[in-house]
């Protein structure tokens, strides 16, 4: 039971509005998340997975089932709750009217940290998140990129033990991403547990130790990246670059009904599943009497699975 | 305590780093005494119906009043700010619980209209000359410390009951219209006609103004004032209720 960080039971949210039909944002969900790993939450637009973080950060209240972290009913005692958790919300959410110094004290004070520590973890924190030059400018006058820094530095102003980030990197250039996914890392390795929602799917595959697929606020599939790729078995991806496009390509391509095709200069991508023989005999007839200058083949990314899964709308696996 | 005193710091702050806000917090009732009030004064002397009272000692109730009202209002329309922020979302998961971030709110604003009552008294008795009863002043704080956190409960049912800040806006500006006109705010009720009076009675901004005039220049009965005073507190209670429902439906 310890080492159980979260789990969720039977949950359901649904949202009522006059003269609308009832939406089930969350339709059921039941899952567990260990302590100490990054949980990842996949999910199309309107999937649900905001919906969840909000019920499990007890913004909004679940219409049935029930949601615990570390043991905690997140409906019983919101408060125990809290005090557990830190979040950064889809929303860039920050104080525009104070400055990047005070915001990160600000935070400090709501979770109680004594103000000589607080003061020494905003100093750190405003060096690796490379604010030093903004740090007396009211957050209002900064650009979205570094509001977003502001917003993801607070929460490693605290150590509690269950972290929630929602697009969490929405914002960031690639090197500070880099680097705040490095430190995701060395966090789980303290024991904190970190649970993450993300558009960004090469982002998930590199990150998270767990990954629940969810569409239309049900689970679709749940388990780590080579679970995952199992579901999806028989998916390859393909990269031709010839070194001028073909004029009968594109009906070539739509003969073999990929799963996902996107053409980009003298480049096609496809996404395809199909046996290895197969895959191999497809490049070879694509490729005949062509003049190729790259060829890639290689098993279904995180991406792909996502897409087969979300766009097929497998029932819970 | 620690999240009230979290929420307390947090508007400290950013009322400290913003002059527009102190302006309003502080000077803006301040100015429509000297302006508004010396104008009525010079102009019309003494209230009709109240003797040995002149128009200036008649209206600072109603501007500490105004104080209280203008601080509630500019408080829960900070709700609107910080949705549009992303931070009010961000902070309802803070640990503190709903009730300690509205209380905390109002104890910042309660000290603000403290210290703005301070300046306007200082200001009417040492500028113009009203007699100020200096001994009631526990009481005339506990008026405006009452008063402030009832208004704030108020206005926060409805900036948290509605998304739009349009709507809120014009919620207010008829608020702002209706309560302080039709209430003892700008004249003695004894002259007007019988439906303004009642209608000026059942007005919750009449019995804080009651209570203030009462405690500041001495002016009314103790008895109806305290009668005015516990409908007043009830008043606050009923909308601090409301008010922490709304939150806890915020999604």
Redesign the interface.
């Known amino acids: 039971m310890a080492d159980v960080t979260l789990e969720v039971e039977n949950l359901v949210k649904v949202?009522s509005s006059r003269g609308k039909s009832p939406v089930r944002a969350v339709d059921g969900l039941s899952f567990s998340v260990p302590r100490g790993i990054i949980f990842g939450l996949l999910g199309p637009n309107g999937a649900g997975k905001s919906t969840l973080l909000?019920v499990l950060?007890?913004?909004?209240r679940p219409t049935e089932g029930t949601a615990r972290i570390l043991g905690i009913d997140v409906v019983k005692k919101p408060?125990e709750v809290?005090?557990r958790?830190?979040?950064?919300?889809q929303?860039?959410?920050?104080?525009?009217?104070?400055?990047v110094h005070?915001n990160l004290l600000?935070y400090a004070?709501?979770?109680?940290i004594p103000r000589a520590e607080a003061h020494s973890r905003a100093e750190s924190l405003i060096d690796e998140f490379q604010l030093r030059a903004e740090v007396e400018r009211?957050v209002q006058d900064l650009s979205g990129g570094f509001r977003r820094r502001v917003?993801v530095a607070k929460v490693f102003m605290v150590n509690t033990p269950v972290l929630?980030l929602d697009e969490f990197s929405t914002g960031m250039d690639p090197i500070l991403k880099r680097q705040v996914m490095n430190r995701l890392r060395a966090e789980t390795e303290k024991g904190r547990t970190i649970i993450l929602t993300t558009q960004i799917l090469s982002e998930a595959e590199e990150l998270c130790d767990d990954i629940l697929i969810i569409n239309k606020g049900r689970q679709i599939a749940r388990g780590d990246l080579s679970a995952l790729k199992l579901l999806s078995q028989g998916v390859h991806d393909i990269l031709l670059t010839f070194d001028r496009l073909p004029d009968s390509i594109a009906a070539e391509i739509a003969a073999l009904q990929p799963i996902r095709q996107n053409v980009s200069g003298n480049s096609i991508e496809l996404t395809l599943k199909a046996v290895e023989g197969r895959v191999m005999e497809i490049v070879t007839e694509l490729t005949r009497n062509r003049r190729i200058l790259h060829v890639e083949v290689h098993g279904a990314s995180l991406e792909d699975i996502f897409v087969e899964l979300t766009t097929h709308q497998k029932e819970p696996a | 305590m620690s999240a009230l005193s979290a929420v307390v710091y947090r508007e400290a702050k950013i009322r400290a780093t913003n002059v527009t806000f102190i302006f309003w917090d502080l000077l803006f009732p301040l100015l429509y005494m000297l302006v508004f009030g010396v104008g009525v004064n010079a102009a019309l002397g003494a209230p009709a119906g109240i003797s040995g009272v002149n128009y200036n000692e008649f209206f600072l109730a109603g501007v500490l009043a105004m104080a209280s009202f203008a601080i509630a209002s500019n408080t829960s329309w900070s709700f609107f700010l910080d949705r549009d922020n992303g931070i009010f979302y961000e902070m309802l998961t803070y640990p503190m619980s709903r009730s300690e971030y509205l209380l905390g709110k109002v104890i910042f604003n309660v000290l603000i209209a403290v210290l703005q009552a301070a300046l306007t008294l200082i200001v009417a008795s040492f500028v113009l000359g009203v007699r100020i009863h200096w001994n009631a002043m526990p009481m005339l704080i506990v008026g405006m410390a009452i008063g402030t956190a009832g208004w704030f409960f108020f206005y926060a049912i409805f900036a948290l009951s509605t998304r739009r800040n349009d709507v809120f806006n014009a919620v207010t500006s008829i608020f702002y219209f209706v309560f302080m006109f039709a209430s003892s705010m700008f004249y003695p009720l004894g002259p007007l006609p019988r439906w303004f009076r009642i209608t000026a009675y059942a007005n919750p901004i009449t019995w804080q103004i009651d209570w203030l005039r009462y405690s500041s220049i001495g002016l009314g009965n103790f008895r109806s004032v305290l009668l005015e005073g516990a409908v007043f507190l009830v008043f606050s209670i009923v909308c601090f209720a409301y008010a922490v429902r709304c939150l806890q439906q915020q999604e």
Do not use: C, G, M, P
């Open positions: 949202y909000r950060t007890t913004l909004t408060l809290r005090r958790i830190s979040s950064v919300i929303e860039t959410a920050a104080e525009l009217l104070l400055s005070d600000t004070r709501f979770q109680n009211k917003q929630f």
